[in-house]
Structures are given as C-alpha cells and as structure tokens.
C-alpha cells in the first residue's frame, strides 16, 4: 500500500492536521488503497468548506461548520457535486472519525461532530424556519455599507425567490429583466437550475427594493474593487461571490437575529416553499418556482404543512386530546 507521507511545508494548518489522520488511518487500520482515496477526497472537500468559511485551525471548527457542511452535501451548496444520500453519508463519517481523532490527540478541545449525524434513508422533511424567523433575519442583514446592502440584497433574494444558492451566486447582472415600460427595477429573474434547464421567477417587492438599493449604492463600489466582473451579487474584492461565503454570511446574520436553530442558504429555499403552500399556493406552482423536475419532489413541502396543520389543531380544538 502506498501512502503519501507528509504534506509540504507551505500547506495549510487544516492540510496538515487532516494529513496526520490519514497516515493514522493507513497506518493503524491498514485500509485498502481505494477506501484511503476515499477519505482523502471526503476530507480534503470538508477542508475546501471550511477555508472558504475562514476557518484556519482545526480548534476554531464548531458544530455550525461541521452540521453546515453535512447539510450542504446533497445540494452541492459547498461548492462541490451534489452528493446521493450515501456518498453524504460516508462523507460526514469521514468527518466524524477526524474530529474524533483530533480529539484525542489534543488538537482541540472538544469534539464539535460528536452530535452531527449522518442522513438516513427514508422520507426526508425539509427544514423550513417560521416567517418570524426569517424576518427576523433579513431585517438584521440590513445596512448601509456596500458589503450590507449586498447582504440584504442577497438574502432578500433567497427568500424571495426560493433561488438554489448555486443559481444565486451564479447570476449575471442581465439575468434580472426589467417589468417593462415605467418600472422602477426588475420583477423577474432568469435562473438556470440543475442541468442549464431555465426558468423565470418573480421577484417580490421586499427583494425589489434590496436590490435596488444594492445596484445603485452598493454594486458599483464593489465592482471598483475587481475587474468589471457581470456577476449581480459581487464578494469584497469585487469578484463574484461564492456559496460558502454566503453560508458564512447568513449564518452570522442568523446568530445577530438570535435564530438558534441551524440556518443554511437552502433552509431559505425550504421556508420560500412551505410558506407558499401554507399561504394557500398550489403545489404545481410551487413545483415550477422551485425549478424541481418532478412534482413529487414538491409534494414533500405539503407533509410539512400538514405536520403544521396537526400542531395547530392539537393546541387549538377544546376536544382534540382526551
């Protein structure tokens, strides 16, 4: 078996620190090449997460980063091919066994993915958060600098349009089409979802006015800072923003609003579709905004307003419970 010894010395701490577990897990285990090829590619995906999240020591890791990532598999949102339930799975192990280890061996002081599972099969509920929650949030993101009108603008836009974060950072100022004769910004978006295949979204009047805001006072300040990228949604040094930057940014504006569940850019996707279903929305629109290829994939949001329904009526009804 063929092992790769050390890592050069201009490698990240986090290169490093991954690099000795896998020569334990060589070593020790006696694993076979491919299943070492295997960790090494879990791993070296999660260490890709983590720096683009501004993580640059294994002890600065905490359970957000550790159950953001293993959220961010099946969607691709870390930046990498989205991933079947049991490739996600085998990955978060991989995951495990590494905090696991760096525990043990003192490089941190805790083990932030003890709690965080790996998926299992089955019928899968989305996370949705309530409305309040979500307003919560968007109206923290708001203020002034170029970087927090892009924020707002950004968030605006998840919420609004029920965008997947890849088609979101992906867009190209053009992508945004104008209402027509006398308006004042865009109301439609052309988003290009799994497989190129296009669709137009409506834009609400909330996210109409964040991006405004950000097209006018916030976007051209950025994009002085690069080179005239087309990208809408632009990172500080004026180039297009990435989808583990957002992550990073809505998770801290969640934290600032006292949302303490555990917020990712899909859960605006998930909360876009139950809200619409919950406002009354048929289920075949919904299909359509979200851009899913079958409507079976949709019906999964009416199970989680049903759950909702049985809530409500639980508390509600004087003889619900005997």
């Given at each position: 078996?063929?092992?790769?010894?050390?890592?050069?010395?201009?490698?990240?701490?986090?290169?490093?620190?991954?690099?000795?577990?896998?020569?334990?897990?060589?070593?020790?285990?006696?694993?076979?090449?491919?299943?070492?090829?295997?960790?090494?590619?879990?791993?070296?995906?999660?260490?890709?997460?983590?720096?683009?999240?501004?993580?640059?020591?294994?002890?600065?890791?905490?359970?957000?980063h550790v159950g953001g990532f293993a959220q961010s598999l099946a969607d691709g949102d870390d930046g990498g091919s989205p991933l079947s339930l049991r490739s996600a799975a085998r990955t978060v192990v991989s995951v495990r066994g590494l905090h696991r280890f760096w525990a043990l061996e003192g490089l941190c002081d805790g083990d932030p993915a003890a709690d965080v599972h790996p998926p299992q099969a089955g019928r899968r509920l989305p996370k949705a958060i309530s409305v309040h929650q979500v307003t919560r949030i968007l109206e923290t993101a708001r203020n002034d600098t170029p970087t927090g009108l892009r924020d707002s603008a950004m968030l605006e836009f998840l919420y609004s349009t029920g965008a997947r974060i890849s088609e979101a950072v992906g867009l190209d100022v053009d992508d945004l089409v104008l209402a027509g004769t006398g308006s004042e910004g865009p109301s439609l978006v052309r988003l290009f979802g799994k497989g190129s295949k296009e669709r137009i979204v409506p834009v609400g009047s909330y996210a109409l006015r964040a991006l405004d805001a950000y097209l006018v006072r916030g976007r051209p300040a950025l994009v002085a800072k690069g080179k005239g990228s087309?990208?809408?949604?632009?990172?500080?040094?004026?180039?297009?923003?990435?989808?583990?930057?957002?992550?990073?940014?809505?998770?801290?504006?969640?934290?600032?609003?006292?949302?303490?569940?555990?917020?990712?850019?899909?859960?605006?996707?998930?909360?876009?579709?139950?809200?619409?279903?919950?406002?009354?929305?048929?289920?075949?629109?919904?299909?359509?905004?979200?851009?899913?290829a079958s409507v079976t994939t949709t019906q999964v949001y009416t199970l989680v307003t049903a759950e909702t329904l049985r809530e409500v009526y639980a508390a509600a009804h004087p003889r619900a419970r005997g």
């Open positions: 078996m063929t092992v790769q010894q050390g890592t050069p010395a201009t490698a990240s701490s986090l290169a490093r620190a991954i690099e000795g577990y896998l020569l334990h897990v060589a070593v020790e285990r006696g694993l076979a090449p491919n299943t070492l090829a295997a960790y090494r590619r879990d791993l070296r995906r999660y260490q890709r997460f983590l720096e683009a999240a501004g993580v640059a020591e294994a002890n600065d890791i905490t359970r957000h087309p990208a809408l949604f632009l990172n500080a040094r004026g180039g297009r923003i990435s989808r583990q930057s957002v992550w990073t940014i809505l998770k801290s504006v969640a934290e600032k609003a006292f949302v303490e569940v555990e917020v990712s850019p899909h859960t605006l996707r998930h909360s876009f579709a139950t809200h619409l279903l919950d406002g009354g929305a048929d289920v075949r629109v919904v299909q359509e905004l979200l851009g899913h």
